[in-house]
């Protein structure tokens, strides 16, 4: 059954969030355009940037919901993507993707403000299902854009980075990947990596940092199990999960399955 923020409220679209990201981001004031569909987000949670850890009596006192928004791209935000995730031959329009913030927890259990981008028809979903990983203790490392690795998925896989939105090909093929149009995110890449085999006996394995979590009997922190919290909640919210592919292994990977 789908499930909505209790506390979400839409803003006018003349509201304006003070989002400021943190480093690895570079230095620019990222005060963002108008909100849609945006989280009734009280001053508090927007004291806190990307990346940045809040204190727990912080965000229990206010509500986890109110460190959940879903915007149009500010303009510092799209600034940082272009050239980047946001490529000059980039065949989605701006006005279809959507700037989600959020709160996740760390396997150490601490609260840390993340940020995605993905498409609009899947962004309220997308921070519906992460309020309820967050409120459920599911841990995810690090959600930051990609744009903070020059968009290069290796380097922000190899980070643990959850992400959403790049423009790019599937890897070995010709085919645009769901990334391109910020219908799929990769969570906790490292330890949940890409495998395929490939013509010739070779094999890719993606980070290639990452040949020990194959193994998916071993037990390590991070790793996405069938029927764990984050796989029924994208796959009852109707994405497909990489990691029950039969030519390759995805098993970070949630992509939308609607048309």
């Not at 987000?41 to 940037?49: D, E, G, I, R």
């Not at 020990?212 to 919290?229: A, C, V």
Request: glycine share 6%.
């Amino acid at each position: 059954m789908p499930f909505y923020l209790s506390s979400f409220v839409l803003w006018s679209a003349m509201t304006c969030c003070a989002i400021r990201p943190s480093l690895p981001s570079p230095a620019a004031d990222a005060s963002c355009g108008a909100p849609v569909e945006c989280a009734n987000s009280a001053p508090a949670a927007l004291t806190y940037s990307p990346g940045q850890e809040v204190p727990d009596h912080v965000w229990q006192q206010q509500g986890a919901a109110v460190f959940f928004s879903v915007s149009e791209l500010p303009d510092s935000i799209f600034r940082i993507m272009q050239g980047k995730s946001y490529k000059a031959n980039c065949g989605i329009p701006r006005t279809d993707l959507r700037y989600v913030r959020c709160l996740h927890r760390t396997a150490e259990g601490k609260a840390v403000v993340g940020e995605l981008v993905v498409n609009k028809r899947i962004a309220q979903t997308v921070a519906d299902i992460f309020l309820q990983l967050f409120e459920n203790g599911y841990p995810i490392e690090r959600m930051r854009l990609v744009d903070y690795w020059d968009a290069v998925d290796e380097r922000a896989m190899r980070a643990n980075n959850t992400s959403a939105f790049n423009f790019r090909y599937i890897s070995h093929t010709r085919k645009i990947s769901k990334h391109g149009l910020g219908l799929a995110i990769d969570i906790n890449p490292l330890y949940n990596p890409y495998y395929k085999k490939l013509p010739g006996g070779k094999s890719v394995c993606e980070p290639s940092t990452a040949t020990r979590y194959l193994d998916r009997s071993r037990r390590f922190p991070y790793k996405i199990i069938p029927g764990d919290l984050c796989h029924r909640l994208f796959t009852q919210h109707g994405f497909q999960w990489g990691g029950s592919w039969k030519n390759s292994k995805d098993y970070q990977h949630f992509e939308w399955a609607g048309n």
